[in-house]
């Protein structure tokens, strides 16, 4: 005879305040979203947590605000509302969310479960390295901030501390032409077989770019985002420009090969992604031809 199976506590506080001390008092809760990630782990058994601890009643984390140069966004808002609502002044990250599942997805999937799941295939995490994001996180005993280029720990792992939890998401507002182009075996419900975004910030005549799915983390380009471009004669930008772009968004990769496909595959595409973001992004700032 099977041993009866304890209920599962299931904690719903009103607000963060509540949230953070029902963490501190229950460590073993964990918090629940959208649930995307977490219910299909319940679901396959892959975990079975001993108590839960919904955040979708706390209006803080599903609210955003503009914070003059930035956006706040907080972890319980939905890609579909960042599609809805963010995508003129956050366009890189909006392109990301329109690839995220399906609609019923999208309408359920928060930013603060993407980054607290911390896979290196999730979509929102390359924009947000793009742009240089930070993330704000609070427990009971307080809040700190991280940038996004030291969230991530390793595969499915973040900074994250156990009582903590992620509160919002302050991304720059765009300065500049943004692009988000993800490559999967088919057009919709994929998970990348790798990813990339790009943003240029024209004030700062400067370019971020973010890699996903193709490292044991999301990774940034520290060494493609130098490369010198026109700023002064944007019509000088030219092909051989975008494909050493490319080529240097290739080397910051350290894919594997797994079941979506080989390293070197993905190699290949991030590279022919990363020329073709870099000539459209151009293009849009500078409407030069070069940038087809
Ligand atoms: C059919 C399907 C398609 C999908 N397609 C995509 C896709 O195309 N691209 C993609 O990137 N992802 C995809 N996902 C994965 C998932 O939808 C996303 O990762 C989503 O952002 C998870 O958010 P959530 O709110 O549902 O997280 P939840 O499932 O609620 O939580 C996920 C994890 O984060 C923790 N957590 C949640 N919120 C917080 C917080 N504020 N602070 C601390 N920890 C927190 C939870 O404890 C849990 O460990 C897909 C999932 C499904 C089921």
């Not at 955040?55 to 960042?82: C, F, K, M, N, P």
């Not at 609502?85 to 969310?97: I, N, Y």
């Amino acid at each position: 005879m099977t041993a009866p199976q304890a209920t599962a506590s299931f904690y719903r506080p009103a607000d963060l305040g509540e949230a953070l001390r029902d963490l501190a008092a229950h460590p073993e809760a964990v918090p629940v979203a959208g649930g995307t990630d977490l219910m299909v782990a319940v679901n396959y058994r892959h975990t079975r947590p001993a108590a839960m601890l919904d955040l979708t009643r706390i209006a803080e984390l599903r609210a955003w605000s503009d914070e003059g140069a930035a956006i706040r966004i907080g972890s319980g808002v939905t890609y579909a509302r960042i599609c809805a609502e963010l995508a003129t002044v956050l366009p890189g990250l909006a392109a990301a969310a329109r690839t995220v599942g399906s609609p019923q997805i999208r309408n359920r999937g928060t930013l603060g479960g993407n980054l607290a799941t911390a896979s290196p295939a999730g979509d929102g995490h390359p924009p947000l390295l793009a742009t240089g994001a930070t993330i704000e996180i609070a427990s009971a005993a307080g809040r700190r901030t991280v940038p996004i280029a030291d969230f991530f720990t390793g595969p499915k792992r973040s900074v994250l501390e156990p009582g903590e939890l992620i509160t919002a998401v302050i991304v720059p507002k765009a300065l500049g032409p943004q692009q988000f182009l993800k490559v999967g075996t088919r057009n919709a419900m994929v998970i990348a077989v790798c990813s990339l975004a790009v943003a240029l910030d024209l004030d700062a005549r400067r370019l971020g770019t973010g890699i996903g799915s193709a490292g044991p983390t999301p990774l940034t380009a520290p060494d493609a985002d130098r490369i010198e471009l026109p700023w002064a004669r944007p019509d000088l930008f030219n092909d051989a420009l975008a494909e050493e772009f490319g080529r240097r968004v290739a080397a910051a990769a350290r894919p594997i090969d797994d079941v979506r496909g080989t390293a070197a595959y993905r190699r290949h595409a991030l590279a022919v992604c990363a020329a073709r973001a870099l000539r459209r992004v151009w293009t849009a700032a500078h409407g030069t031809e070069a940038g087809r």
